[in-house]
């Protein structure tokens, strides 16, 4: 098995190569718990998939602007050519947000050679300047003094982009986070679910401490110390409505009504839920 969206992380292999033992218990999982079968649609290919449904009732909260979790912390992909476009089209605004410009200039860089380095390396700077030099993901940017945030997604906001050109820009991995997909290593399935009650111990990293899907922790004197205006209670819905364009752009129109009938049906969630019509992806500072 592998982690089928850290396929495009610059680490390769030893990233998303699924352990043997978690393998084992992912598979155990996905026998023992409801599921349905579909077809995803991720980056322009169908993949066949098995869905872990019932999650996508959890209550989540993506506030990101009143939390201080590093979740930029990584840069996880190679960037695609069309972001790369989109940075070098917005340059002024990009370096705005993040000062990636202006860091490679104080390094000696000339603007020629910062061009032509968003346009090749992997991550849209030399190498041997990420994580060190620039620190965190190379998109990420810090509207204030604590929280950290994409300035791809902030660009395409500004540029009044909708729900599937976001997705085209950012990462598939960032846009889809926290989901999680397994897969089989020829692809063949995919393995679909979230961290629930954080058990599943099959996930890639630690969720508990992440309150935007754990609303426990939310709660918790833990949280409250690090973010001592807390999230909305109020703000908490359920994951197939926050991220409802999320998942139609980032796993297909098919997947959605997929998941959303069946939680109907199993009666987790009633249509008159799905009338807010305001999603996470479309949030602003």
């Not at 996880?76 to 917005?90: F, G, Q, W």
């Not at 945030?149 to 820009?169: N, P, T, V």
Request: charged share 30%.
């Amino acid at each position: 098995m592998i982690y089928f969206l850290f396929l495009k992380h610059p680490k390769g292999e030893e990233l998303y190569s699924v352990p043997k033992e978690k393998e084992d218990i992912a598979r155990r999982y996905f026998k023992s718990t409801s599921t349905l079968e579909t077809e995803v649609n991720i980056e322009g290919k169908s993949y066949r998939a098995l869905i872990d449904y019932q999650v996508f009732a959890n209550l989540a909260n993506f506030d990101c602007f009143n939390c201080l979790e590093h979740c930029c912390a990584d840069t996880p992909a190679v960037h695609s050519a069309d972001t790369r476009e989109l940075i070098l089209d917005n340059l002024d605004e990009y370096n705005r947000l993040t000062k990636n410009v202006d860091i490679m200039k104080d390094l000696g860089y000339s603007m020629d050679e910062i061009e032509d380095s968003i346009s090749r390396d992997p991550l849209m700077i030399p190498e041997r300047h990420v994580e060190e030099e620039i620190e965190l993901c190379t998109c990420s940017f810090k509207p204030n003094n604590r929280a950290t945030i994409c300035a791809l997604h902030s660009l395409c906001l500004d540029k009044d982009m909708g729900a599937e050109e976001i997705l085209r820009y950012k990462p598939t991995i960032c846009s889809l986070w926290p989901i999680e997909i397994l897969a089989e290593e020829d692809l063949s399935l995919l393995y679909i679910s979230l961290p629930d009650d954080f058990t599943n111990e099959f996930s890639i990293e630690d969720y508990y401490s992440q309150a935007c899907i754990n609303k426990e922790y939310a709660d918790s004197p833990e949280f409250r110390r690090k973010n001592p205006e807390g999230f909305s209670e109020s703000d908490y819905k359920p994951l197939i409505i926050s991220y409802a364009d999320t998942i139609k752009y980032g796993l297909g129109g098919e997947c959605y009504l997929a998941i959303k009938n069946r939680l109907i049906e199993d009666g987790l969630i009633s249509q008159e839920e799905f009338g807010d019509s305001s999603q996470q992806i479309n949030k602003t500072f």
